[in-house]
């Protein structure tokens, strides 16, 4: 079967490592990558050997700084079946329009809204409903987590009410413009949009949100508390997330206490760019009182999204129909193992 031709437009945060998945993957062809100024991320997809490729309006200056390119986005929309957009959020309507244009499938991330593609992705929660799509979104960074957890936990138990208090990090690790840098600040429009969002792929789930904002680079944590339908142990809850494919288990008494040893973790585990792709939940701090279940966890806000694209792009591409075996494909071509 012919590799799938895949175009990455925004090479920041989050384009850059689809970019290195997409490249990673054996059954897809990275076609190439825009860039809008010719900065360090360009020199450096430069460096990787990816063909770059910029809008009308920035030939003259990637000529000027001697950056070579392969084309414009029009020449890079010709080459490819499907362009990943991790352009920043709230530019996707205008791409979009022009991706139907061009005949292209596109993929936006979470910083759009449902409305713009009418489907939304999760691996594990909905992976069939993308296939064959022209255009899907894969939800945001702490969507993403929640789901990861609590879709299994619904399947097997039925949540009556979910409520999550999401600690954010103020900003990306190489963002030097947001904050607060020293303060919490509460999401005061409540409850906040993250619930909707994860009813945009379980729309039967009672979920309600809050958020905090807090001065660390590192990971989202969510304090989630959800009331189950039918009495569970704490103990088949652990193997629930053992068993979950993008789920780690780590446990405070083995020295994973905050979040910067879970980031110790990554990079111990040698990945590319130190990224941790699964949700961390802390073993020893998932409970079952009664019918209520208590846990933490973690989200690598720049990297849990990255494995669900490259899914996504199989579906909507239908080159493969089992979710659980892209899924499995995935994961080995990215190193995420249970160990
Ligand atoms: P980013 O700012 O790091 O990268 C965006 C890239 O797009 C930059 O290279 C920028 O130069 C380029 N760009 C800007 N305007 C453009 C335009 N008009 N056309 C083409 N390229 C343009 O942003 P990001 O953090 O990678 O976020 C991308 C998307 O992913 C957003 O929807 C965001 O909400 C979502 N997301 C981000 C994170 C995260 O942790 N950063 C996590 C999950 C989802």
Redo the contacts with the bound molecule.
Sequence with gaps: MAKIKVGI???????KRVASAVAAQDDMELVGV????PNF?ALNAVRKGYDIYV?DSSVEAFRDAGVKIAGTLKDMYAKVDIVVD????N?GEMYRDQYKEAGVKAIF????DHALTGISFNSTANYSESWGAQLSRVV??NTTGLLRTLYPIDKKYKIENAYVTIVRRAA?PGDSKNGPINGLEPSVSLPTHHGPDVQSIMPWLNISTMAIKASTTLMHVHTVVAQLSQPASTDEIKEIFRKAPRVRLVRSKDGIKTTAQIMELARDLGRDRSDMYEIIVWEDGIKVVGNTLYYYQAVH??SD?IPENIDCIRSMCKAESDPCASVRKTNAALGITKE
């Design positions: 437009n925004g090479y920041g945060t989050i384009g825009t860039k809008t100024r991320e809008p991790c352009t920043p959020g530019v991330q979470g910083g759009e945001s960074c990306d806000q720049e999204v």
